[in-house]
């Protein structure tokens, strides 16, 4: 009888189609920081729309070369303590070959780091939304810089590097419930706690000054949100990146409806700002779980979502924070909220074979690993960002001048309106009389 022959593992080879569905994946994921701009930027007031935008804005251009000189290699390099990794030859990225595969995928190296580019650059611009019309934009600009690298290129290791310490405890975060949301929306409670109220809290009003331009920015972010998830299964050969792609949908629609519910039985109207908060919310739900839950599960898990952040975003006024935009509302409780539930809904197919309560043998062993990676990401996040608004606002000081928030941060920090008003009466009379009213104020105030 002839020997038995063993066949090595066949070594993974560069896939087009993968590489091109991850690169289209990349330019999805991008579009969602200008989305997020447009829905931050329409929930503000007339007079702080462009540094809304452009707090947003900013963030693709810092991370982006970050991530390039050092950023990747924290991330995404070799493990040093389960903390942190490091990679010699990524620095700068000019080490790596052109077709050098990411570990074990079918992807270039250099299609995964674009990918998880954009995973950094949103994830800071989502914090922006609670510190609305009060913070220096070159204090922004700087924490952004600092930020990132002391939170958020570590935490991204544990998650999702290898040797990372939440990675090999087997927290389940598909594509950055604790990462990006929890993250985010706790590093957004650090910071407004520092900084203070904006002037006039709970006493001037503050509504959204366009509902339009905030019903674009989720669509938008909705549209981009299927590279987003789908995308973070790095491929589409055997499913679960479709499985995602249904879930993100069907969550997202789940929770919409079940905030506009709750606001028609709460304030007795279905709005405009709920129905794109409540998508938004099951969106960041969904994020972490999708791959592992079954579309009855992403219903229930937009659902949960849109009626406890719908709740959530009025806490704000009861312990007294001013979270501008509804950052911690909607992003830390929605990143908590889509994250435990995995120890729940998790049904053994997919992304992992673990099993939520609901399922298999009913054990609460992943609903205790994700305990730890949602606290863990929460209290990290929380506290460094705090201290990093404090010294920044000891040295270079965080917050404008009262008076430039009064009369409007887009003129003290960028010298510039959203909206220009001067030619509204329309034709020759318009055009003649503006420089005529102006040539006579400027005679009284001469006089």
């Excluded at 390039?68 to 070799?78: E, I, N, P, Q, R």
Aim: overall charge negative; proline content about 3%; glycine content about 14%.
């Amino acid at each position: 009888m002839a020997p038995a022959i063993t066949l090595a593992a066949e070594a993974p080879k560069l896939s087009s189609a993968n590489t091109g569905f991850m690169l289209i994946c990349s330019a999805l994921v991008m579009l969602m920081t200008p989305g997020l701009a447009f829905f931050y930027g329409g929930m503000v007031r007339v007079k702080s729309t462009l540094n809304m935008l452009m707090m947003s804005f900013i963030s693709l251009g810092i991370v982006t070369i970050l991530w390039v000189l050092y950023g990747f290699s924290l991330a995404f390099g070799t493990d040093s303590g389960s903390v942190i990794g490091w990679n010699s030859d990524w620095l700068g990225l000019s080490n790596i070959g052109l077709t050098d595969l990411w570990d074990g995928y079918t992807i270039p190296i250099f299609v995964f780091m674009v990918f998880q580019l954009m995973f950094a650059i949103i994830t800071p611009a989502l914090i922006s939304g609670a510190l609305a019309d009060r913070v220096k934009f070159s204090a922004w600009a700087l924490f952004i810089t600092l930020w990132a690298t002391l939170v958020y290129f570590p935490v991204a290791h544990w998650v999702w590097g290898a040797g990372g310490w939440a990675f090999e405890l087997g927290v389940i975060d598909f594509a950055g419930g604790t990462a990006v949301h929890i993250n985010a929306g706790a590093a957004a409670l650090g910071v407004i706690l520092v900084i203070g109220k904006r002037v006039g809290f709970k006493k001037d009003p503050m509504r959204p000054h366009s509902l339009p331009l905030v019903m674009l920015g989720a669509g938008l972010l909705w549209f981009g949100w299927f590279g987003f998830n789908a995308g973070s299964w790095l491929g589409n050969d055997d499913g679960v990146g479709a499985l995602m792609f249904v879930n993100t949908q069907v969550a997202t629609a789940a929770a919409m409806l079940a905030w506009l519910a709750y606001e028609k039985i709460r304030h007795g109207a279905f709005t405009t700002l709920g129905a794109a908060s409540g998508a938004v919310a099951g969106l960041v739900a969904i994020t972490p779980s999708g791959g592992c839950v079954t579309p009855l599960g992403a219903i229930a898990v937009g659902a949960i979502a849109g009626v406890l952040c719908a709740m959530a975003v009025g806490l704000k006024y009861k312990f007294g924070y001013d979270d501008s935009l509804d950052v911690v509302g909607v992003h830390l409780v929605g990143g908590v909220i889509g994250s435990l539930l995995i120890g729940f809904f998790a049904s053994g197919k997919g992304q992992s074979a673990a099993t939520g309560v609901f399922y298999g043998n009913h054990s609460f062993d992943q609903l205790w690993k994700q305990c730890a990676g949602v606290f863990a990401v929460l209290g990290y996040s929380l506290v460094v960002s705090a201290i990093l608004a404090f010294l920044l606002d000891k040295t270079i000081g965080m917050r404008v001048t009262e008076d430039e928030e009064v009369s409007g941060i887009d003129q003290a920090e960028h010298a510039e309106t959203a909206y220009d008003f001067s030619g509204a009466g329309g034709g020759v009379l318009g055009t003649v009389a503006a420089p005529a009213l102006a040539a006579t104020h400027s005679k009284k105030v001469d006089a």
